[in-house]
């Protein structure tokens, strides 16, 4: 898989999915189901390490019932 350098969007983007994902009691399994996604890539997106689509965002916030926004905004 090709690796893509860490950038701060990214650390957020991954941060924000790892929460909303706990905050369901979901595994990356059941995410992965629910979005139409791959547990891997699901995983190294967790991780910071792969790069996302806008359309793949918006399928996790679907899956999640949340707005894509939310996966993107900083702590405040």
Do not use: C, F
Request: cysteine-free; charged content about 30%; overall charge positive.
């Amino acid at each position: 898989m090709k690796r893509t350098p860490k950038s701060p969007l990214r650390d957020v983007l991954a941060r924000n999915l790892r929460l909303h994902r706990a905050e369901r009691g979901w595994s990356q399994e059941r995410l992965a189901l629910e979005s139409g996604l791959n547990r891997t890539y699901l995983s190294a997106v967790e991780r910071s390490e792969q790069n996302i689509s806008v359309d793949n965002i918006a399928r996790l916030a679907a899956a999640l019932n949340i707005e894509a926004r939310d996966l993107l905004e900083a702590e405040s």
